[in-house]
């Protein structure tokens, strides 16, 4: 449960709240960039099984690999990329909570 919420947590309250304190005029659309970055889960469907509750996404699927990280946090420096760039680190980070958890 604890992993769960954790999770999930981190998925939906974090871009929250960075979005309430960073971009304060335009939080909703802030908050839903970063929230499209769980479109990266779309990765989980080349698996087999598609989803497994004991298997870390981080290094397992290819846009949860190491390499597409460094493209992640390299999106974090030009503003302009900079809020897909949070969405998908916050993702990132999500997901490691969620392994750590484990």
């Given at each position: 449960?604890?992993?769960?919420?954790?999770?999930?947590?981190?998925?939906?309250?974090?871009?929250?709240?960075?979005?309430?304190?960073?971009?304060?005029?335009?939080?909703k659309f802030?908050?839903?960039?970063?929230?499209?970055?769980?479109?990266?889960?779309?990765?989980?469907?080349?698996?087999?099984?598609?989803?497994?509750?004991?298997?870390?996404?981080?290094?397992?699927?290819?846009?949860?690999?190491?390499?597409?990280?460094?493209?992640?946090?390299?999106?974090?420096?030009?503003?302009?990329?900079?809020?897909?760039?949070?969405?998908?680190?916050?993702?990132?980070?999500?997901?490691?909570?969620?392994?750590?958890?484990?």
């Open positions: 449960m604890l992993q769960t919420i954790a999770h999930y947590g981190c998925h939906f309250v974090i871009p929250l709240i960075i979005a309430l304190i960073f971009f304060k005029s335009n939080w802030a908050y839903l960039i970063m929230i499209l970055g769980m479109l990266i889960d779309l990765d989980h469907l080349l698996a087999t099984p598609i989803f497994d509750p004991n298997r870390c996404s981080i290094g397992f699927h290819p846009l949860h690999s190491y390499y597409a990280v460094g493209v992640y946090l390299l999106l974090l420096i030009p503003k302009k990329t900079r809020l897909i760039g949070l969405g998908l680190v916050i993702h990132i980070f999500a997901d490691l909570v969620d392994c750590t958890l484990m």
